[in-house]
């Protein structure tokens, strides 16, 4: 997967330390990036202690929000697939007893989705 599954919505792998190192201000001391995706200029960002979700901001993409969900607040998330006429797919994350999730990504492959998931399940089900 390269710069073209990232534009038409497929989530690609990226380096571990390299991310660790672009978020270094944002990350506290001691802790470390386990798995690392990016989705267009997004990243979906998993460390040993919450799951950060990088949205690149604008044109120029200097204005950037950083969404930090820690694994134990993640209370529930679900995964729909694409279907013949519904081609995204969605990952949903609630936290705590929220009513709508906190978190909605579309995806263009289910293969993307589905390894997002087992991540964040691993991660949230430790």
Known sequence: MGILSGIIGNASHKDSR???????????PGEQVNLAFSLVRDLIVFTDKRLILVDIQGV????????????????RFTVETSGHFDLDAELK???????????VLQFKS?????EIQ???????LR
């Open 93 to 103: 994350i609630w936290v705590s007893s929220a009513l709508e999730p906190a978190e």
């Open 110 to 114: 289910d293969q993307s989705v589905v």
């Open 60 to 75: 120029t993409g200097k204005k950037t929000s950083y969404k930090s969900l820690p694994y134990r607040s993640i209370s």
């Open 118 to 124: 087992q991540a964040l399940a691993a991660a949230v």
């Open 18 to 28: 390299k991310v660790e190192q672009q978020l270094e201000t944002i990350l506290i």
